[in-house]
């Protein structure tokens, strides 16, 4: 019998993927390392570790995602939320899904709790970081309010009630708050100061302020700096046609008034200014207190707040009832049906 050759069949045959004949790339051998490595992998193995995972359904769950802000101006920390989560897994204990549940809308109703308490201080934080800047205006409007009720024509407005003062008062109060909101923002600021550049601008050109002008004047200083604006009303041409040319002592006092006049209008851009700067830290202050007024869906302030912190108390103590009760009677322990009073008024 003749002996047998081995047979060779290295050349022909294709190395395997995990054959040694081949040299994988590095990606590729990491992947299959990975896979290896998992399937010896157990888990946690210390009681730390599997509660930790034990607690990740409730972290996640559906209460957990949708209560936190994670994005725009009102972020909130979801780190912070787990922690809560956390401390109250490890008072709890939960089995099961109805108890993770419950220790879930605990959570969620102490975190929503949080908000009420951030909203009630943006809140008094606008009426106080507000409060100088917003006297200010106040004071600035009742001082001239009166001086121009006084001076004021009640015939220009046609009320035809000229003797009833609290009903032609509340009407000037309208009109009052318009110049208001001039001084309010720094766009009607800037409105204010072009009005007095372009009336110093005539003085110092022409030698008075023009009829058009002084009505825009009048409109936009009347009811919160009257005096100022009687004084424009009362700049006219120096020397109207067909008027013989003033006496060298006229004209000497017309040049005294233009220069008072002026120094007026100088004045009143300083008035301005300093009012620049209090639109300008009114706007920053609002703009930092706004995030916190906001933390709750808009409404009046103190009876919503009331109202909501009241219906997150009720949904709080119904969960831990619940979940109190759940345990109880996991434990063996007899627990009674809850007392269910129907308080709806009966027809």
């Given amino acids: 019998m003749s002996q047998q050759e081995p047979l060779n069949n290295t050349s022909s045959a294709r190395p395997s993927v995990g054959s040694p004949g081949r040299k994988l790339p590095v990606s590729e051998r990491r992947t299959q390392a990975n896979r290896r490595n998992a399937l010896r992998s157990t888990g946690p193995i210390t009681e730390r570790g599997k509660r930790t995972v034990a607690r990740n359904a409730i972290k996640h769950g559906v209460l957990a995602r949708e209560v936190v802000i994670t994005a725009g101006n009102g972020k909130e920390n979801l780190n912070e939320f787990h922690e809560i989560v956390e401390r109250l897994c490890e008072q709890y204990a939960p089995v099961g899904v109805v108890e993770e549940s419950l220790v879930q809308t605990i959570a969620t109703c102490w975190w929503r709790k949080a908000r009420v308490i951030r909203a009630e201080n943006g809140e008094i934080r606008k009426r106080l970081d507000l409060l100088a800047v917003d006297r200010a205006l106040q004071i600035s409007d009742e001082s001239n309010l009166n001086v121009a009720i006084e001076a004021l024509n009640l015939r220009l407005f046609g ?23 001039l001084r309010r923002h720094r766009s009607g600021l800037d409105y204010l100061c072009g009005l007095l550049m372009n009336a110093k601008l005539e003085i110092t050109s022409e030698g008075y302020i023009s009829e058009k002008l002084q009505e825009k004047i009048c409109s936009a200083f009347y009811f919160w700096d009257n005096v100022f604006a009687l004084a424009c009303q009362t700049s006219g ?20 008034l233009r220069a008072a006049l002026v120094a007026l209008i100088d004045d009143r851009l300083e ?11 009114r706007e920053e202050l609002a703009l930092d207190a706004e995030p916190r007024r906001c ?26 009832d619940q979940l109190e009760r759940l345990q109880r009677q996991r434990g063996g322990e007899a627990v009674p049906p809850p007392l269910n009073i129907n308080l709806e008024r009966r027809r």
Avoid: C
């Fill in 271 to 281: 008035r301005l200014s300093h009012f620049e700067g209090l639109a300008a830290e």
């Fill in 295 to 320: 933390s709750l869906p808009p409404a009046d302030a103190t009876d919503k707040l009331l109202r909501y912190e009241a219906h997150l108390d009720r949904q709080l103590y119904r969960a831990m």
């Fill in 237 to 256: 041409p120096p020397n109207p046609k067909g008027e013989p040319s003033p006496s060298p002592d006229i004209e000497t006092q017309e040049a005294d």
């Fill in 159 to 181: 009320t035809g009630k000229f003797n009833d003062r609290v009903y032609s008062k509340e009407r000037w109060s309208t009109l009052q708050d318009v110049e208001t909101n």
